[in-house]
């Protein structure tokens, strides 16, 4: 009888854990192939898209290396490579986090700037509240999901609405640039602030508007190779394709900047 | 008194079991070794820590209660009838259980956004749900809902019909015996899976980032808060963890077996 009643207790009890369990879950590889040489990169999630196709680039010019990716938000990766993920490269989203990795005496070779990326107004398609200019957003009844200020998205917002002088009111304050754009693609919201790369990965399902006030709020995306990487010489040249022409072409094929 | 020899467990098996329970607490304990305890305090009573808690109790409290007003008629229905389906349709109740709370907010989305299922019929009646506290809400009823139906069904099922027929058999209306009887006799089912609806709504993160989004007093309850605070306040985020550690060691405690045996 005891046992007969516990039985259900300990099933929900079980199926507890395993729900809550689930929360978010970071993906960080770990590549164990025996024969080829693997670089192992580290890059801010907005580089998604550009490092990807960089890494099959360099393992086209070098034969017999796999490149790996972690991509992830810059803060994250920063933690993890302090705590001792075996990361070869690390490009940031923010010179702040980079400051991280160099403070913890982690760098390789002085970071470089390669990239950077401003603000833009994202809508949903059709632009149903007709906005126009950056003080649109703080219009009454428009529905707007920008950044948090912890992150750097929503700390580039929120500098470039003071030097605007306009007083944001969010509906929203989300993690990341992506849950904003997501948002904003699924018609809850009617405006976010996303990065201009952002606009254009995401094609038709959103439109963009581009504005004069996000030059006060330039993200710089700096790059390094990690101290005691096992392939330094590997870390080195991809960072060197990143700053040298074929990389350049890739990031501004993708919307980027020149620093 | 001589020994009476029992059947016993083989030895070996200590060392996995030791090994298991290390696993289990061993992260609890480098949570607690992590905290700041000079600022702690400080850290739990920031006006924003503040604000996420007191969501966090306030939409918890508000989920469970409707978990109680709609799970204990499910739990009826699924234990005292029989209906063609009934074993379906109580496997797709209990899904939210299993299912990854990311998809359950996705699903919410798709069911009450504004694009949703839905989401004419609301605009009709001028209700908005997303971005709003309702959503964070409806987001914890739907994970935390199979907790309390599961419990409420098998206290339902182990304390059998005898004496709901008795009192049938000596006159009682159906909501007689259903007041009188039957909720009085599996009080401690209903408290234990309230309990755990409780907690489970305390911790949901998944379905609420998705749903609900971030705002601060509006929408960001202590889970989120804490993902947020790891950005810039890593101590901030440590503990306020400990204080959600806190709150899952009392519910344990209050769920202890003996107790919900009794």
């Known amino acids: ?259 | 008194m001589s020994r009476t020899r029992t059947a016993g467990l083989p030895g070996w098996l200590y060392a996995p079991a030791a090994l298991g329970a290390a696993f289990v607490l061993l992260p609890l304990v480098a949570i607690v070794a992590k905290v700041d305890w000079a600022n702690f305090l400080d850290l739990i009573t920031s006006e924003s820590s503040r604000a996420a808690l007191a969501l966090s109790l306030r939409t918890s409290a508000a989920s469970t209660a409707l978990c109680v007003l709609i799970g204990v008629p499910m739990a009826l229905v699924l234990a005292r009838t029989t209906f063609p389906g009934q074993r379906i349709l109580r496997s797709l109740v209990l899904l939210p259980l299993v299912l990854p709370p990311v998809v359950g907010g996705l699903a919410l989305l798709y069911t009450f956004g504004r694009r949703g299922l839905l989401g004419h019929t609301l605009e009709v009646l001028d209700i908005r749900i997303a971005f709003s506290t309702i959503a964070v809400v409806l987001a914890q009823t739907f994970v935390s809902l199979p907790f309390l139906v599961v419990s409420l069904e098998g206290s339902l099922r182990t304390a059998g019909d005898r004496y709901e027929t008795v009192a049938a058999s000596l006159g009682a209306r159906p909501t007689t015996v259903l007041r009188r009887i039957t909720l009085p006799l599996v009080l401690p089912g209903l408290l234990a899976g309230a309990v755990l609806s409780f907690a489970r709504a305390m911790g949901e993160f998944g379905a609420t980032i998705t749903f609900a989004g971030s705002l601060q007093g509006v929408t960001r309850t202590l889970p989120l808060e804490i993902y947020l605070q790891r950005e810039s306040d890593p101590d901030a985020a440590v503990a306020l963890a400990l204080v959600l550690v806190v709150v899952a060691v009392l519910v344990i405690a209050w769920l202890r077996p003996e107790r919900a045996a009794r």
């Open chain 1, 1 to 259: 009888m005891t046992t007969s009643r516990r039985a259900p207790f300990l099933a929900a009890v079980l199926a507890a854990l395993v729900a809550t369990t689930s929360l978010a879950a970071c993906g960080s590889d770990d590549s164990g192939s025996t024969k080829e040489k693997t670089l192992t990169v580290f890059a801010a999630a907005s580089l998604t898209g550009t490092f990807t196709e960089l890494g099959k680039k360099f393992e086209a010019d070098h034969p017999g290396v796999k490149v790996t990716f972690n991509f992830a938000g810059s803060s994250d990766l920063v933690s993890q490579i302090t705590e001792g993920a075996p990361a070869d490269v690390f490009a940031s989203a923010d010179t702040k986090n980079m400051d991280k990795l160099a403070a913890a005496d982690l760098d390789g070779q002085e970071p470089e700037n390669f990239a950077s990326n401003t603000l833009e107004i994202v809508t949903p398609p059709g632009n149903p509240e007709k906005i126009a200019t950056f003080a649109d957003l703080a219009r009454k009844g428009v529905d707007l999901v920008i950044c948090a200020p912890e992150v750097p998205c929503g700390s580039a917002a929120r500098t470039v609405a003071s030097s605007a002088g306009v007083t944001l009111k969010p509906v929203s304050e989300e993690q990341s640039v992506k849950d904003v754009l997501a948002k904003v693609a699924a018609g809850e919201a009617e405006a976010g602030l996303v990065y201009v790369t952002d606009v254009k990965a995401a094609g038709d399902t959103v439109d963009g508007i581009v504005f004069p006030e996000s030059s006060s709020a330039v993200n710089l995306y700096p790059i390094t190779t990690v101290k005691d990487s096992k392939n330094a010489d590997l870390a080195a040249a991809f960072v060197q394709l990143v700053l040298g022409s074929v990389g350049q072409g890739v990031l501004s094929a993708a919307g980027f900047a020149r620093p």
